[in-house]
């Protein structure tokens, strides 16, 4: 008697990619020492970079003078924003040659710098590019600092680190700050409004300064080893330490980026961009593409949250980008905006190379999600691209490019970086950090020698404090997987080692949409548990409850409570031992505070500071959390 076959399911075809130019980071060299690390570098070498970052303005002076490098909505009496301003590339040289004689005029360095405390415009970029046009430093401080924090404890902490000789914020809004924080010695530059009982430079009165020859001779001593900035690091873990940019670092890694998205090179880059210019990926890496490119950034004042997106939407409604950055949550904010927008899915994509995120890991689920927003206004996905990168870096050292990649790859080194893998522990549970040398890799932390000596290996390699790992060891070609942070990683009293960043990960794909972060705990306890700061407008949404509703009755709403519910059953069911089973959760009614160290400026969360400052819910979570109306319990088999 024959058994009937079942028909065999026809295969998929491979799904349509817009075929985009990448190159750089797309194979790898792989040597293993003898001591068991491993090295990866690029195959392709790093071709020539200029030696200062203002070059590349003064060439699309040149080449295009009146193309616009840098665009920004005009914000109106009541306001509101209107119509667009434009500086070109030519308006923008003679800028940058104006403000760095006035910098020079009043004897700023390095020692001296200049400090800007409020956020991207116009203004901002035209101060930064003159005292790099000049050979001045300065330092771009995230404006939470002054305008969300009660004790301005890292401003000043910032301030006395840097010892500044100018301050610049662009209005009165910064009067308290700078009243708490600035010296009577410091020179303050307001683009508008006045101080009470202090002295305020108009920031006209640097674009008026006539260019002369000591200007001019400033700009020819600044070298690729002149610092153009210090960057400070979020605090994420201590105080923020000033991370030395010089124009070698920035140079070289704007051609390693080109070279990696080799599509920049085929037409000027037109971006629409939010990200702040305090951290890295806005400052560094977007302005940096835009200007080294000879294309043009519009300013995006709109942020990655409900409220603050419609400005975002409005934008890109109207201007098509060629390639956008965001960070996941942005990410996530416009999908769920552009699935039932096509007029704003026409816009986007209409020129799109690719989606760039970075600053922490995309769910799977946002991704296919912006694959099929692809797919439906284009016929074929846009490539999504990631890495690895850092501020001690300028900020790029890893990419994922071109097709076959997914959530997790931070892909293979860019030409000129050099990868050391080196693993840190001998058990099961060990993990590899990776380092990184190269051009673009920091000289060390302004005025903290102690600390630039701890953050280099014997041979020179950054230590990142990252985990990684080869999606497929015996094709290290693949490249590799983000692991967490090897701080952040802990054992259960039972001495089972607990891997944090892929449980979190879990934890945050499991929730969406209504979990923002999450904090794994169980440290020397017998079972993992889990922190959760709730999206409190997803969770509104959810329960059909207005925005005015408060935390606890969001959370306590019987359609919210059910959906944690399942939340914590299914991670119950769904883990396969101790490690990774999440035995209980508690969803946190107060939102991280930035004055506590929880929660970095640019919203990424602090485990550590978390886990000290709650250390009494932590406690309850353990001890008859059942009592606790916030906390969640698994249905056990």
Known sequence: MNTPVAPQAAPQPAPRIRETRFGGAVDARAETRADGSVLLQSTEPLRWYPERLTDALEQGAAQAPDRSLVAQRVRQSDGSRGDWRHVSYAQMLQRAQAIGQALVDRGLSAERPVVILSDNDIEHLSLALGAMWAGVAYAPISSAYSLVSQDFGKLRHILATLTPGLVFASGPAYARAIAACVGSDVEVVLTEGTLDGRAVTPFEALLSTPPGATGAAAHAAVGPDTIAKFLFTSGSTKLPKGVVNTNRMLCANQQMIRQCMAFLADEPPVLVDWLPWNHTFGGNHNVGIALYNGGTLYIDEGKPTPAGMAETLRNLREISPTVYFNVPKGLEELASAAEHDDALCRTLCARLNAFFFAGAGLSQAVWDRLDRLGERTLGHRVPMISGLGMTETAPSAMFAVGAGQSAGSIGLPVPGVEVKLVRQGDGPWDKTEVRFRGPNVMPGYWRAPEQTAEAFDAEGYYCTGDAVRFIDPERPERGLRFDGR??????????????????????????????????????????????????????????GLDAAVPAPEVLHHPTVRAFFQRLADGLWASGTGSANRVARLHVLAEPPSIDKGEVTDKGSINQRAVLQHRAALVEALYEGGEADPFVILPQRA
């Open 486 to 543: 090897i701080a952040e990683d802990f054992k259960l009293s039972t001495g089972t080692f607990v891997s944090v960043g892929p449980l979190r990960a879990r934890v945050i794909a499991a929730s969406d949409p209504c979990v923002q972060d999450v904090v794994v705990t169980g440290l020397n306890r017998d079972e993992i548990g889990a922190l959760l700061f709730p999206r409190l407008d997803a969770c509104r949404r959810l329960a």
